[in-house]
């Protein structure tokens, strides 16, 4: 019978923290960062395996340069995000010849990046805030206060299928799998060992089902293309994953039953999204009802099933439910909110939110307070229900995203609550 790994393995991302490299086996080390850092010793020197962020890049190469003080020959990245690019500059300037290579769509990645770098910022600070001023109080603590700027490289060399490299006395391929993670996604292989780097490449933590889009805002991820990067993943046979986060997958019967389960998991939810598509259902229907069989168990800690259905069910059909006309025209429904409110009285409003409360139909009650908060922001009767459902959504998930917003609307809620008071 198996036990889903998620269930023993953390799901936060956390910044790089001095003292804190491990070495994996003779010849890999790691230093966790906001992706995972690995080098790879060779004769040849090491091939270090992505970045960091800008400002993590010192602690990484202080991290593994305990561990080892070889010259690093190649730096490999798994994928165009800022936390495995930001660091480049700085390994180049402390390593002249570094040779840097990506997946081909990595130039693409950056500037899609890029394009988007206020955007993604503010939607991404409800959850990385208070990681990040941890990170500076660490660093500050060990003195680190001169961090170098967030890079946006180019690579030396941009890898389209596969590319096979032997590098002193290691033999590694860098095999492409676009449009997973990013579509720069690439992962490494050491045929020799069975050894395989996924960088993120199912999502954040290992286990979990995947983000097809992620609520920081992001382009959609298509599920099949996702279910082949883990085929291509399962296809190795590999006795060892070395993920993005935390640490080593060991076991290939393990490693086999797990990706076995987050492929047809993944394949489930896409099938069962179509399927209720072509019997007429709409999105919230499927959101609903659509839920994995205890055989294809996976995790939700950081990508959820019901956000996964939206996901297909808006990759296939687009933004237009054919629910409402309003929906083709730019007057949202908030913005008549204010005339619900008045013709049905807020005491009336509140009170029926309460009920549904009690109910545990905390989504339709969190829709009547909204209602009330559109027409009245700083009515604290309805913000202190608004704070109460939140506390109650966040009783319900372990979802890392999920509980990251709701934590921000409960400390936004309580702050405008002590402004008024």
Not at 171 to 194: F, Y
């Amino acid at each position: 019978m198996r036990t889903p790994i998620y269930k023993s393995r953390p799901v936060e991302p956390n910044p790089a923290r001095f003292d804190s490299g491990q070495r994996i086996n003779d010849f890999i080390t790691l230093s966790e960062a906001f992706s995972n850092v690995y080098r790879i010793e060779t004769s040849e020197g090491s091939i270090q395996l992505n970045a960091g962020m800008g400002m993590e890049a010192p602690v990484i190469d202080a991290n593994l340069n305990v561990l080892s003080e070889q010259r690093l020959h190649s730096l490999i990245l798994t994928q165009g995000h800022v936390d495995h690019v930001g660091g480049v500059a700085y390994f180049r300037e402390k390593n002249p010849g570094l040779t840097v290579i990506a997946g081909a769509n990595n130039p693409e990645h950056q500037a899609y990046d890029s394009r988007l770098g206020p955007f993604r910022g503010q939607r991404s600070a409800f959850a990385f805030t208070e990681k990040f001023s941890a990170a500076f109080t660490h660093y500050q603590q060990h003195n680190y206060t001169d961090m170098p700027p967030q890079d946006a490289p180019t690579p030396d060399t941009l890898v389209e299928d596969k590319l096979q490299l032997e590098i002193g006395d290691l033999q590694l391929e860098v095999i492409a799998v676009p449009g997973a993670e990013t579509n720069d996604s690439v992962i490494v292989w050491l045929p020799e060992h069975r050894i395989c780097f996924t960088g993120n490449l199912f999502g954040c933590p290992f286990g979990h089902f995947p983000n097809l889009v992620t609520i920081r805002g992001d382009r959609y991820r298509d599920a099949l293309v996702v279910a082949n990067a883990v085929d291509t993943v399962r296809r190795l046979e590999p006795d060892m994953i070395l993920y993005g986060h935390h640490g080593p997958v060991v076991g290939r019967e393990l490693i086999q039953d797990e990706l076995n389960a987050l492929h047809g998991a993944i394949l489930y939810v896409h099938d069962e999204t179509v399927k209720g598509m072509n019997a007429g259902k709409t999105v919230h229907e499927l959101m609903s009802e659509i839920a994995l069989p205890p055989e294809l168990e996976v995790g939700e800690g950081y990508g959820k099933v019901s956000w996964s259905v939206r996901a297909i069910w808006e990759n296939y059909g687009g933004w237009f439910h054919h629910q409402s006309t309003t929906e083709l025209y730019s007057v949202p429904a908030s913005q008549v909110h204010a005339d619900v409110v008045a013709l049905a009285g807020v005491d009336a409003l509140l009170d029926h939110a309460r009920s549904k409360q009690k109910a545990r139909k905390l989504e339709e009650a969190l829709h009547l307070v909204d209602m009330v908060l559109n027409a009245e922001p700083e009515h604290c009767e309805a913000l202190g229900l608004s704070r109460a459902i939140h506390r109650d959504l966040l009783d319900q998930t372990d979802n890392f995203w999920l509980r990251s917003w709701l934590n921000h609307q409960i400390n936004t809620i309580q702050s405008q609550i002590n402004e008024i008071t």
